[in-house]
């Protein structure tokens, strides 16, 4: 866990821009103090500060200015959670959140926009259920235009906003917030038609994995958001041995979007390799780059091609093991792109609210040095087609019958 040094508060808020005779309401000097402590950790400890750098200045000059009235806990991680905003990085988030807090992208988002085109929608989500489908053209995001959904998410509001940073606002802003009503409003042939997302339970799955044995011998198995989960090695194993005679694997990955360890990661990998394996690139701001190695796992090697699934729910390490499966050349990945969670995360804590907050503290890439959250699958197919035809599982499936022919 990286730890912040201890700061002079009158120093702390000179570096923010505050003053400090700021005007303050209970928690609002915490509040300030604690958001000049994350303006420095951004500068220190951020892998990607350097193209953040004039957004996050603009950002942390700005903060005193914009905060209002703060008088409870929610208030004060609301308005720190909007400074973090002006990263517009998905995988900088608190380890903490309130029933104001916005929803995280990707774990707590069931639908994905190019511009205003639907490219995905989580299967058995809210907006699977409300009959949101890949392809819809979006009008509205909780009743406000696009053009306005994408500016709520837009930090800080006086600077000017790259594509990237529209794209990240963009999805954001589909995720909402969790006070917030959610709907979206689509344009098909020409009518427009409002679906709320509201009353709608996502399907949570209570087991680190399910598996079946498919058509053709074809060993199935798919990770529930579990690459963090301790019994996630034994379960992969079980799985695993019950399949042993298959003739060939799938490793779905469309459900990993957040989080994980590579103590479990490795050992998945390590059941399809028969001696050590480079997998991928470690990038530290710091020091030399190096390379991870998974070692073989289990008393036996699964044989046979490997077909692995990912989709924008596939985030962070879960990405790590698709990159490491093509690096290896031990399985062809199939899908969309992935949630593009860059770098990988360490975990602080602020010192006047207490608040955890991750950040990537450096970067993560490929093999063939393609930054991990700028690789895509060599296999394109629709990923995550909420209720439809499961598009990537048929794509795999037909692949391995081009095999045996």
């Not at 990661?265 to 020091?287: C, M, N, V, W």
């Not at 990405?319 to 995360?345: H, K, P, Q, T």
Request: aromatic letters at 8%; charged letters at 20%; hydrophobic letters at 40%.
């Amino acid at each position: 866990m990286g730890r912040l040094k201890p700061k002079h508060l009158l120093a702390a808020l000179l570096v923010s821009g505050c003053t400090p005779d700021a005007p303050v309401t209970d928690l609002s000097q915490e509040t300030l103090a604690d958001a000049a402590e994350l303006c420095e950790l951004v500068r220190t400890d951020y892998a990607y500060y350097p193209d953040r750098q004039e957004n996050w200045e603009a950002a942390c000059a700005g903060f005193a200015g914009m905060l209002g009235p703060v008088t409870t806990k929610p208030e004060q991680l609301r308005a720190l959670e909007t400074l973090v905003d002006a990263l517009y990085d998905p995988h900088a988030t608190f380890g903490t959140h309130s029933g104001m807090s916005p929803r995280v992208v990707p774990s707590g988002s069931d639908y994905w926009l190019e511009g205003d085109r639907v490219t995905a929608v989580r299967p058995g989500s809210a907006a699977a259920r409300a009959g949101l489908v890949v392809g819809d053209q979006i009008v509205a995001i909780n009743g406000r235009p696009l053009a306005d959904a994408i500016v709520t998410r837009l930090h800080p509001k006086n600077a000017s906003s790259s594509e990237t940073q529209k794209a990240w606002a963009l999805n954001a802003a589909a995720a909402g917030y969790r006070d917030e009503p959610r709907s979206v409003t689509i344009s098909r042939i020409s009518e427009s038609e409002t679906l709320s997302l509201d009353g709608y339970v996502t399907d949570a799955q209570q087991v680190p994995l399910s598996s079946r044995i498919l058509d053709g011998n074809v060993a199935y198995i798919r990770l529930h958001d579990s690459l963090g989960d301790s019994r996630t090695v034994a379960a992969f194993d079980a799985a695993m041995d019950t399949m042993r005679e298959a003739n060939s694997w799938i490793v779905d990955l469309r459900d990993t979007p957040g989080g994980g360890d590579t103590n479990v990661a490795e050992p998945i990998l390590g059941r399809f390799l028969s001696k050590a394996a480079e997998y991928q690139q470690i990038r530290p701001t710091d020091a030399p780059e190096w390379v991870k190695t998974a070692e073989p796992h289990g008393d036996w090697t699964a044989k046979g091609p490997v077909a692995v699934l990912v989709g924008r729910w596939t985030g962070s390490m879960g990405e790590g093991v698709a990159i490491g499966f093509d690096g290896i050349e031990r399985g062809e990945v199939f899908g969309s792109d992935m949630a593009r969670l860059a770098g990988g995360v360490e975990d602080y804590r602020l010192s006047q609210t207490g608040f955890p907050i991750r950040l990537p503290a450096y970067d993560l890439a490929h093999l063939n040095g393609t930054p991990r959250h700028e690789w895509s699958p060599p296999y394109q197919v629709v990923a995550d087609n909420g209720d439809g035809p499961d598009l990537a599982l048929a794509a795999a499936l037909d692949w391995f019958g081009r095999l045996e022919d």
